[in-house]
């Protein structure tokens, strides 16, 4: 059809790219598709929605008592716990989501549009933050509603939930890498959770770091997941930023300035 065209009129040039004003505008209409998907089936939202509060409910009731004495006190721990975990965990839905439309063909429909090639897996990513605004704002919610009361005030709540839903986007690359070269979206969620259980596990988030051996000790003070746990809990509970803020976004910058490059690479070769 192009080459149709360009005898009609010899003088029109054929754009073999696309301008950053037009990717931009196509991965936004990606993102809005990826919206429509969760209007017209909710049950993706389950992970985001039911996850914190049964998580939330069954660790406080739990393990409160055990672990801090009262249910007041553990809530401080455990909310910003299930927040990282909630979040993080719901990245992974960007990998297998991802493996599925390329399983279904539909980047390969999207190949025959005049768009930007890059387009359907950015707009796939920035639709995912949806999802983390939906899991921050009801782990938050629900912390509330059982009695969480942080010192740091809804001004450091709200920048501590902004830092968990920017790092949960830049751990998604990774997952999204994983879809890309993997050839099951069942393989991308099996080696997903093979991953991530450990690591929010084997943290701070749900248990005093020094009720653990000291082998064990040393493997919870150099995992990221702890990292980002106590710059949530130093936001949200004391209002003040410390070294693990820094070092949470610094990670999550390497995790973008790996993992983008490979996986649009990846994503390139695919398509």
Request: charged residues 10%; glycine residues 8%.
């Amino acid at each position: 059809m192009n080459s149709t065209i360009a005898k009609q009129n010899p003088s029109r040039k054929l754009r073999k790219y696309t301008s950053f004003g037009q990717t931009v505008r196509n991965s936004l209409t990606m993102a809005y598709r990826g919206i429509l998907k969760v209007r017209r089936t909710p049950e993706q939202l389950f992970d985001v929605t039911l996850q914190p509060i049964i998580f939330t409910l069954m660790f406080t009731y739990i393990f409160g008592g055990a672990i801090s004495g009262n249910i007041q006190a553990y809530l401080l721990v455990i909310i910003p716990g299930i927040l990282v975990q909630t979040v993080i965990t719901s990245s992974v839905v960007t990998g297998v989501q991802l493996r599925e439309d390329m399983d279904k063909g539909v980047f390969d429909r999207f190949k025959s549009l005049p768009i930007a090639r890059i387009a359907p897996l950015a707009g796939a990513l920035l639709a995912d933050t949806i999802r983390y605004t939906i899991a921050t704002f009801l782990t938050f919610t629900i912390g509330y509603l059982l009695g969480y009361s942080p010192a740091g005030g809804l001004d450091h709540v709200a920048l501590a939930g902004l830092l968990v839903i920017i790092c949960a986007w830049a751990i998604s690359w990774i997952f999204a890498f994983l879809g890309v070269i993997a050839r099951t979206a069942s393989s991308v969620q099996g080696i997903s959770m093979l991953v991530l259980f450990p690591l929010t596990f084997a943290s701070n988030a749900f248990v005093p770091v020094d009720t653990m051996p000291n082998w064990l000790q040393w493997v919870v003070n150099v995992n990221p997941i702890s990292h980002l746990v106590s710059a949530v809990r130093e936001l949200a509970n004391q209002g003040t930023m410390g070294t693990d803020l820094v070092t949470s976004l610094a990670g999550a910058a390497v995790i973008v300035a790996i993992f983008a490059p490979l996986t649009v690479r990846a994503y390139m070769r695919r398509t």
